[in-house]
């Protein structure tokens, strides 16, 4: 059974830094993407940032660019999303997902959520101002 577990997450003041991670269990880090999403309460659920493992092509949301880096160990079978220069409009609850079949990540498209099959349980990121 696929398995997503987040960490990292926590309160940082607004130019803070924090790094979440994404580890993966039977599943092949190798073959499928991984993204990270967000969602505020009341807000949709959107694409931060998206890795291919193929030709580690990504993609990343025009206001996290610059800011916040994907990346992967595959000996940990773990993602990571550093996020650097927090804002507080960086704060909700992320997730990271996969899909069951192939999905490209590039800047042409952000990730949608209805392709992505497996779910975390989600960390809060909260940044005060």
């Known amino acids: 059974q696929v398995q997503l577990v987040e960490s990292g997450g926590g309160v940082v003041q607004a130019g803070g830094s924090l790094t979440l991670a994404c580890t993966v269990s039977?599943?092949?880090?190798?073959?499928?993407?991984i993204a990270w999403f967000r969602q505020d309460p009341g807000k949709e659920r959107e694409g931060v940032s998206c890795f291919t493992s193929s030709d580690e092509s990504t993609y990343y949301v025009d206001s996290v660019k610059g800011r916040f880096t994907i990346s992967r160990d595959n000996a940990k079978n773990t993602v990571y999303l550093q996020m650097n220069d927090l804002k507080p409009e960086d704060t909700a609850v992320y997730y990271c997902?996969?899909?069951?079949?192939?999905?490209?990540?590039?800047?042409?498209?952000?990730?949608?959520?209805?392709?992505?099959?497996?779910w975390g349980q989600g960390t809060q990121v909260t940044v005060s101002s």
């Open positions: 997902a996969a899909p069951s079949d192939y999905w490209y990540c590039s800047q042409r498209a952000a990730p949608r959520a209805p392709y992505f099959d497996y």
């Open positions: 039977e599943f092949s880090l190798d073959y499928y993407a």
